[in-house]
């Protein structure tokens, strides 16, 4: 296996705390592996492997673990002696409803120290959560950024671009990286595709009409980067002759992010520092998916970036919005730890009208917290105070914003 060290070390710090570590993200984003590494360091660091219990319900032999009870009885007998700190791992915790009883059960009760994964946010939603309300870490996984992309298939730094236009191509997964061979690669992402909608979403959130379901989830994905809202979409697909309320709309969204394959960005009004309900942004897990739903064609290039950049930003641990500010609009405000930045993605602003347009909104922003614009563009464009960065330098270095000084 190859370490992904970001989301590893955030587990080692939190070793031996009394939080249970739930790990989040879509489906096949590489969780289960990660809980492997984990595993692995703990056995070079002194952990017998007795003191490992780890069970993972997408295999067969973990169905009569599904019972509350017999779950915790069956944990209870591997733990032998006080004296030792035991490690459990659960992995696709969402197939059991009574999970967060159990866990915290085993919590006040045994020296163990628990790590659970889960494919879908309603991990955290229902009467059992109460167990463990405050008693628990989010570690939130997503695919490969492009800086793990390039590690995965040992490419060096200086060839980014042409990795790129891969990246975009196949996707970010790891399995899809891990193989150059295109056949291989395209039957793995027709594989995730049908296990992410058909298990995560269509089967888990009941729904009837599949039909519906694909044309609402290809007009979001096609409209990433735009401003949409159910009432939006519904209406959009009315005039193309299809009729799905807005009811559906907002429920196969709701499914769609629930199952960490869409992510709402909401408005913020600059100006009135509040949130805005309406007419918030969508963006994918992964652009792979996207062609799998779509087909693969060059369009809509701009917005594709704009989409691994909230990805990369949400990496960093940042808090995203999209700002508004009267007529004008940011493509990003975001925060992390009480510092905001300001942030505009383009393709390309050498052309001087797409550059004032891209700017225009920073010089009616009052504060003086960081303003950046991201292209693809080699030239530096920084200006009065405004920062330039090139695609591959802000996807590449660890940390690529400055905070205010």
């Not at 509350?68 to 030792?84: D, V």
């Not at 296990?195 to 994905?221: H, M």
């Not at 559906?248 to 913020?268: G, I, K």
């Not at 949400?314 to 500010?325: A, E, I, M, S, V």
């Amino acid at each position: 296996m190859i370490s992904r060290d970001f989301y590893l070390q955030k587990l080692i710090l939190q070793k031996d705390t009394d939080f249970i570590k739930i790990v989040t993200g879509i489906r096949r984003c590489g969780k289960s592996s990660l809980l492997l590494l984990y595993q692995d360091y703990l056995l070079r660091h002194g952990t017998a492997p007795e003191q490992i219990i780890s069970i993972n319900y997408e295999k067969l032999q973990s169905d009569s673990l599904r019972d509350a009870k017999t779950l915790h009885a069956y944990i209870q007998k591997h733990i032998h002696s006080s004296a030792k700190k035991y490690y459990l791992f659960m992995d696709e915790v969402q197939e059991i409803p009574e999970w967060a009883k159990v866990v915290n059960s085993l919590r006040v009760s045994f020296p163990v120290d628990i790590y659970v994964t889960g494919s879908n946010s309603q991990l955290f939603s229902g009467e059992y959560l109460t167990y463990i309300s405050g008693r628990y870490v989010e570690i939130k996984v997503y695919p490969l950024s492009f800086q793990e992309f390039l590690h995965f298939r040992s490419i060096p730094a200086e060839q980014a671009p042409t990795a790129f236009n891969d990246y975009l191509r196949i996707g970010s997964f790891p399995a899809t990286a891990l193989t150059t061979n295109q056949e291989l690669i395209e039957s793995i992402n027709s594989g995730l595709f049908d296990s992410i909608f058909s298990r995560d979403i269509l089967l888990r959130g009941k729904i009837r009409d599949e039909g519906s379901f694909y044309k609402v989830a290809k007009f979001v994905v096609e409209n990433i980067g735009n401003p949409v809202s159910a009432n939006a979409i519904a209406r959009a697909l009315k005039s193309q002759g299809h009729r799905v309320s807005v009811d559906t709309v907002d429920n196969d969204l709701a499914l769609m992010c629930r199952a960490f394959l869409l992510y709402q960005c909401e408005r913020f009004d600059l100006r009135g520092k509040e949130r805005l309900r309406t007419n918030g942004k969508y963006y994918i897990a992964d652009i792979g998916l996207r062609n799998q739903l779509l087909g693969f064609h060059p369009g809509n290039r701009g917005h594709i970036l704009e989409n691994i950049v909230y990805l990369e930003l949400k990496r960093q641990g940042y808090d995203l919005y999209t700002g508004k500010l009267d007529q004008q609009e940011v493509d990003f405000l975001a925060v992390k730890e009480q510092q905001i930045h300001y942030i505009q993605v383009a393709l390309s602003a050498l052309d001087e009208s797409v550059l004032h347009r891209e700017l225009a909104p920073f010089y009616s922003i009052q504060d003086n917290y960081p303003k950046y614009l991201i292209t693809l563009d080699q030239l530096d464009l920084s200006q009065d105070g405004i920062i330039h960065l090139n695609l591959f330098d802000f996807l590449l270095k660890d940390t690529p914003l400055r905070d205010k000084t």
